[in-house]
């Protein structure tokens, strides 16, 4: 089993307006001591190496090199760990890139969203197209090969050529992974309290997603997940951590654990994470979640592993239901492995939830 460290690092310059990511302002840089209680954190879970690391925020590229390399050198990890480092294009700088490579950081995840300077304005972005175009050659010339890019599907007045304009500007910008999702608009940010105008509405978002899908299989980013592409070789091994339901420790307020077969989470509070930490148990892993996170990933929901590592199958009638299902193009099934297709993705909730309700132990 693979194991995996996320650091959440709760700060930013400013929270754009449909954020609902725990975060509050920061000014400067880091306080140190928040990475002094991150490491005593992770120290009280035992001397583990991990497979991938992960700092996401927030706005990890806030981090100072040498807080990156502090946190870097206190945690084991194994020889070839994916290390991924969140980082807004505002932030970066060549020092902060050379430092976080000399750190021991192999993937970038940059956000970018969009190359409409109109639209970032509204989703209260601190970077431009051109802003984003410079974070990307700097992060070249540092060493950075594997680049992740976000793309934000749905937005005010949003059209295909935006779409497509974004995503060509992430692979004429080198990137080997594409995270794109769907605007949606959470209560408690300023978009749910005075939403941009025209945003897509369901059908058109379906549409929008549909035809990323399709642009970015045509130019060789293969779908593994609901909203992840990737070049051949360059899945994200810190997310198939999560969706196999692998080990990962969440350190920091708002962080979420599976460890050893449990699940629990820190406060949204980053005061009584300074001052008291302790976590929230919210019960153990089950088949349910099995279930729901194998069929988020393109291999999908295999039947036999099912058995094999729960204890239950797929009554009869279910089982026809899902050869329906493939004759409508919603899902691939074999007889053994349920794999949804993008179509299939947009109603994955339903599919799984018929399959949570229909399963028996054997």
Same mark, same amino acid.
């Given at each position: 089993?693979?194991?995996?460290?996320?650091?959440?690092?709760?700060?930013?310059?400013?929270?754009?307006?449909?954020?609902?990511?725990?975060?509050?302002?920061?000014?400067?840089?880091?306080?140190?001591?928040?990475?002094?209680?991150?490491?005593?954190?992770?120290?009280?879970?035992?001397?583990?190496?991990?497979?991938?690391?992960?700092?996401?925020?927030?706005?990890?590229?806030?981090?100072?090199?040498?807080?990156?390399?502090?946190?870097?050198?206190?945690?084991?990890?194994?020889?070839?760990?994916?290390?991924?480092?969140?980082?807004?294009?505002?932030?970066?700088?060549?020092?902060?890139?050379?430092?976080?490579?000399?750190?021991?950081?192999?993937?970038?995840?940059?956000?970018?969203?969009?190359?409409?300077?109109?639209?970032?304005?509204?989703?209260?972005?601190?970077?431009?197209?051109?802003?984003?175009?410079?974070?990307?050659?700097?992060?070249?010339?540092?060493?950075?090969?594997?680049?992740? /890019?976000?793309?934000?599907?749905?937005?005010?007045?949003?059209?295909?050529?935006?779409?497509?304009?974004?995503?060509?500007?992430?692979?004429?910008?080198?990137?080997?992974?594409?995270?794109?999702?769907?605007?949606?608009?959470?209560?408690?940010?300023?978009?749910?309290?005075?939403?941009?105008?025209?945003?897509?509405?369901?059908?058109?978002?379906?549409?929008?997603?549909?035809?990323?899908?399709?642009?970015?299989?045509?130019?060789?980013?293969?779908?593994?997940?609901?909203?992840?592409?990737?070049?051949? /070789?360059?899945?994200?091994?810190?997310?198939?951590?999560?969706?196999?339901?692998?080990?990962?420790?969440?350190?920091?307020?708002?962080?979420?654990?599976?460890?050893?077969?449990?699940?629990?989470?820190?406060?949204?509070?980053?005061?009584?994470?300074?001052?008291?930490?302790?976590?929230?148990?919210?019960?153990?892993?089950?088949?349910?979640?099995?279930?729901?996170?194998?069929?988020?990933?393109?291999? /999908?929901?295999?039947?036999?592993?099912?058995?094999?590592?729960?204890?239950?199958?797929?009554?009869?009638?279910?089982?026809?239901?899902?050869?329906?299902?493939?004759?409508?193009?919603?899902?691939?099934?074999?007889?053994?492995?349920?794999?949804?297709?993008?179509?299939?993705?947009?109603?994955?909730?339903?599919?799984?939830?018929?399959?949570?309700?229909?399963?028996?132990?054997?």
């Amino acid at each position: 089993m693979k194991k995996g460290l996320y650091i959440h690092i709760p700060f930013c310059k400013r929270k754009c307006r449909y954020c609902d990511f725990y975060s509050l302002p920061c000014r400067g840089r880091v306080p140190d001591a928040y990475i002094d209680r991150v490491l005593e954190e992770i120290a009280r879970y035992g001397d583990n190496t991990f497979d991938t690391i992960y700092l996401g925020g927030g706005t990890p590229s806030l981090l100072s090199a040498g807080q990156v390399n502090r946190i870097l050198s206190s945690v084991r990890y194994v020889e070839d760990a994916e290390i991924t480092l969140e980082a807004n294009p505002d932030s970066l700088t060549k020092e902060n890139l050379e430092g976080y490579r000399k750190a021991g950081v192999n993937r970038l995840s940059i956000g970018v969203q969009s190359v409409s300077d109109t639209q970032l304005r509204i989703l209260g972005r601190l970077h431009d197209r051109n802003g984003a175009e410079r974070a990307f050659r700097l992060a070249r010339e540092a060493g950075f090969e594997n680049i992740n /890019g976000d793309v934000m599907l749905g937005l005010s007045n949003y059209t295909k050529k935006e779409m497509t304009d974004t995503i060509d500007f992430l692979i004429d910008n080198g990137v080997t992974h594409i995270s794109a999702y769907m605007l949606k608009v959470e209560e408690g940010t300023p978009f749910y309290d005075d939403p941009p105008e025209n945003l897509s509405n369901e059908e058109e978002l379906s549409e929008f997603y549909l035809e990323a899908c399709s642009y970015l299989e045509s130019i060789g980013f293969r779908q593994y997940e609901i909203s992840n592409f990737a070049r051949d /070789g360059m899945v994200s091994r810190h997310n198939m951590i999560y969706w196999k339901m692998d080990d990962y420790l969440g350190i920091g307020p708002a962080a979420y654990s599976c460890w050893n077969g449990k699940r629990f989470h820190y406060d949204r509070d980053l005061d009584s994470f300074m001052r008291d930490p302790h976590v929230i148990h919210d019960g153990t892993v089950d088949v349910d979640e099995y279930i729901m996170l194998s069929l988020r990933l393109s291999d /999908g929901l295999d039947l036999t592993e099912l058995k094999k590592k729960w204890g239950y199958a797929l009554n009869d009638r279910t089982t026809r239901e899902m050869y329906l299902l493939n004759d409508q193009g919603l899902l691939k099934f074999d007889g053994n492995r349920i794999a949804l297709t993008p179509q299939g993705f947009l109603v994955e909730n339903s599919i799984s939830s018929e399959i949570m309700r229909n399963i028996y132990p054997i």
